[in-house]
Nanobody
Framework: QGQLVESGGGLVQAGGSLRLSCAGS????????MGWFRQAPGKEREFVAT?????????HYADSVKGRFTISRDDDKNTLYLQMDSLKPEDTAIYYC??????????????????WGQGTQVTVSS
């Protein structure tokens, strides 16, 4: 049984930065694509960024975060990261990490994934 636990969320002013972490336990996630998704109040959960398995040579980003967010992974630490820079109030949401035995590209549109974290709140004030 694997688990994912996010951390690093918080309150930040517009233009600021945050780094989210997603620690895996119970099993190695090195063979899984992993990703970040978010859900704002009153909206459906949406794809933010995904990264391929085994080192993460392939990444995908939503247009809304491209150039501001960077996804990365450290398989030795079984941990996924999301560096968020130039944050905007519209980035306010609960951020979830996920893992799935699929490709990073398919993970951007699949409706469900094998593993989910519990989420971490990110609030950006104007």
């Amino acid at each position: 049984q694997g688990q994912l636990v996010e951390s690093g969320g918080g309150l930040v002013q517009a233009g600021g930065s945050l780094r989210l972490s997603c620690a895996g336990s119970g099993r190695s996630f090195s063979r899984d694509a992993m990703g970040w998704f978010r859900q704002a109040p009153g909206k459906e959960r949406e794809f933010v960024a995904t990264i391929s398995a085994a080192g993460g040579s392939v990444t995908h980003y939503a247009d809304s975060v491209k150039g501001r967010f960077t996804i990365s992974r450290d398989d030795d630490k079984n941990t996924l990261y999301l560096q968020m820079d130039s944050l905007k109030p519209e980035d306010t949401a609960i951020y979830y990490c996920a893992a799935d035995f699929t490709t990073a590209q398919k993970m951007t549109f699949k409706p469900a994934h094998d593993y989910w974290g519990q989420g971490t709140q990110v609030t950006v004030s104007s």
